[in-house]
């Protein structure tokens, strides 16, 4: 049997708030203790080799460091059967969008994290605020994986493409002029002058 390729990617921490390559340590006896009946592995997609080398590198489990790069990035993320996005919460944290979500699912990637609101669109296509239950299920089920990502990225196609995320933008925008023209409108009215572009 081989071993299941899961992967984490980001930055790796920063000063404005806890959050990071360390989320992943919440995760290490579960993974540790997952690996002796679904061999696995760990890659770790970052910016800094030296906090991998002191908080990743001494698990038991097969781990390895991959430099985040704009060229290789993609391949690499395409090359893993799991993501793990385990999350710290906090103000910064629980207002992060959805994209590690969401790229993770579109390049085929099955994903298990913590629930942050943005993540909750994806709530019958992975799994949230699971972890044992949900890596365990992962790692024995290839099929399951991928039904997942199926339902994950017809959610992308009907929500979350460019198209339609640049529809709501305009949307929302539309909604801002008209609101300015009916205020210069009735600016307008009571100083008995005529604005240009004004609502009917």
Known sequence: MGRTSMVWFGIHGGDNAEFGMTDLLKLRHLMEALDRRFPLSLSVISNCREKYDAAIRPWSIPTRYLEWHPVTFLPALKAHGVAVIPISPNPF???KTNNRMALSIHAGVAVVADAIPSYRAFSEACYLDDWEAGLERYLSDP????????????IIAREWTIAHIADQWQEFFNGLLAKGLEKANSRADSAGIFVEGRLP
């Open 143 to 154: 099929d399951l994986r991928r039904r997942h990502v199926e339902i994950g990225q017809a």
């Open 93 to 95: 944290t629980l207002c």
